[in-house]
T-cell receptor
Framework: GAGVSQSPSNKVTEKGKDVELRCDPI?????LYWYRQSLGQGLEFLIY????????KSGLPSDRFSAERTGGSVSTLTIQRTQQEDSAVYLC?????????????FGDGTRLSIL | QQQVKQSPQSLIVQKGGISIINCAYE??????FPWYQQFPGKGPALLIA???DVSEKKEGRFTISFNKSAKQFSLHIMDSQPGDSATYFC???????????WGAGTKLIIKP
């Protein structure tokens, strides 16, 4: 596709369940980011992948959060034993190199609601 | 050193007016200063960006002004239109070469 694709667009689940969020970056983009955006707030960095390098996981809020990127393309963000405070929009972005001079291209996010 | 302060939190401007959003930062190592625009239900998109070797950059109705000594940069939207109604984020670069430090956002409403 032409842009970053995220699925599902909306996810409602019960507290304590595990969820998986998917991101398809722009073809050829080596850098991939996950962010969390709470209602009316700014973006909170979660994790960064660049090529085959070890990811920067410094933004993950707890060990319930994990992410992987297979084959340098598709990425999955997993939240285990979800809590109500996990409710937010999860945004994925990709860029051609990861250098700050390269714009980050965002998907439209997954809106996660924990009941 | 990583803090970014964006103001105002919200702004209402009449159609045709000038919208001004400000971003103050602390980290003198920042050397990339972008503004992102986000519409409801969409992800942010890069609007305009500046490097510190220039004090101003203009693209159409959008201008970034940069004041290195004051550690501030601002977004000016000339002849503001209802279609400019969105949330705007400043996101200067951190000391790493890939991580942007995001402001809290400014919700801009242009009244027709």
């Amino acid at each position: 596709g032409a842009g970053v694709s995220q699925s599902p667009s909306n996810k409602v689940t019960e507290k304590g369940k595990d969820v998986e969020l998917r991101c398809d970056p722009i073809s050829g983009h080596t850098a991939l980011y996950w962010y969390r955006q709470s209602l009316g707030q700014g973006l909170e960095f979660l994790i960064y992948f660049q090529g085959n390098s070890a990811p920067d996981k410094s933004g993950l809020p707890s060990d319930r959060f994990s992410a992987e990127r297979t084959g340098g393309s598709v990425s999955t963000l997993t939240i285990q034993r979800t809590q109500q405070e996990d409710s937010a929009v999860y945004l994925c972005a990709s860029s051609s190199q990861g250098d700050r001079g390269q714009p980050q291209h965002f998907g439209d996010g997954t809106r996660l609601s924990i009941l | 050193q990583q803090q970014v302060k964006q103001s105002p939190q919200s702004l209402i401007v009449q159609k045709g007016g000038i919208s001004i959003i400000n971003c103050a930062y602390e980290n003198t190592a920042f050397d990339y200063f972008p503004w992102y625009q986000q519409f409801p239900g969409k992800g942010p998109a890069l609007l305009i960006a500046i490097r510190p070797d220039v004090s101003e950059k203009k693209e159409g109705r959008f201008t970034i002004s940069f004041n290195k000594s004051a550690k501030q940069f601002s977004l000016h939207i000339m002849d503001s239109q209802p279609g400019d109604s969105a949330t705007y984020f400043c996101a200067p670069s951190g000391e790493s070469n890939y991580q942007l430090i995001w402001g809290a956002g400014t919700k801009l409403i242009i009244k027709p």
